[in-house]
């Protein structure tokens, strides 16, 4: 069974600070990660994804992946209170079906 | 953008009923995901379908079955509704650059 693993939070940052997202997966093989942002009520929007080793940027988000670590994190620069949300990592395994596993997500709150 | 559309938001339902939910999506995508979501288990894969009439289960398909007798339209039944299957559903269309998921259905099974 893959297993994608995410610390549940809340993580609580202040306005303007760097929120720091984490998540490990336990399938090797894994090729695709990708992070999706969670308000309350609604349903999953996708935010970032990411293939390679390394650090990945989209304006005020950077997606870091470490392949050997099995480790994919999401940095979140100059923090808003529009920010907080349920953020979930998802991996798959590739192949044709692109079938994602969940993480259980992190409740992020940035405080005004 | 990709527009995936689930038939109704709020859905209230009776035990033993057989529950149709409806998915349609307007971009071609070959492969389409049904998840349900509860308060503490995330979001669990219940079907997904990679192409017409193609199927495969999920993490948990007791008491569920799909259709997909065309490629825009994925539909989960609950063959006989239980109090247990009243959650969120969570449809979704998907390229390899990640799922686009439709609003979502909360389902009352009462």
């Known amino acids: 069974q893959k297993e994608v693993e995410q610390n549940s939070g809340p993580l609580s940052v202040p306005e303007g600070a760097i929120a720091s997202l984490n998540c490990t997966y336990s399938d090797r093989g894994s090729q695709s990660f990708f992070w999706y942002r969670q308000y309350s009520g609604k349903s999953p929007e996708l935010i970032m994804f990411?293939?390679?080793?390394g650090d990945k940027e989209d304006g005020r988000f950077t997606a870091q992946l470490n392949k050997a670590s099995q480790y994919v994190s999401l940095l979140i620069r100059d923090s808003q209170p529009s920010d907080s949300a349920t953020y979930l990592c998802a991996v798959t395994g590739g192949g044709s079906n692109y079938k994602l596993t969940f993480g259980k997500g992190t409740l992020l709150t940035v405080n005004p | 953008d990709v527009k995936v559309t689930q038939s109704s938001r709020y859905l209230v339902k009776r035990t033993g009923e057989k529950v149709f939910l409806e998915c349609v999506q307007d971009?071609?995508?070959?492969?389409m995901f049904w998840y349900r979501q509860d308060p503490g288990l995330g979001l669990r894969l219940i079907y997904f379908?990679?192409?017409?009439?193609?199927?495969e289960k999920g993490d948990i398909p007791e008491g569920y079955s799909v259709s997909r007798e065309k490629k825009e339209r994925f539909s989960l039944i609950l063959e006989s509704a239980s109090t247990n299957q009243t959650s969120m559903y969570l449809c979704a269309s998907s390229l390899e650059t990640g799922y686009t998921f439709g609003s979502g259905t909360r389902l009352t099974v009462v």
């Open positions: 990411i293939y390679s080793n």
């Open positions: 379908s990679y192409d017409v009439k193609m199927k």
């Open positions: 971009m071609d995508h070959e492969n």
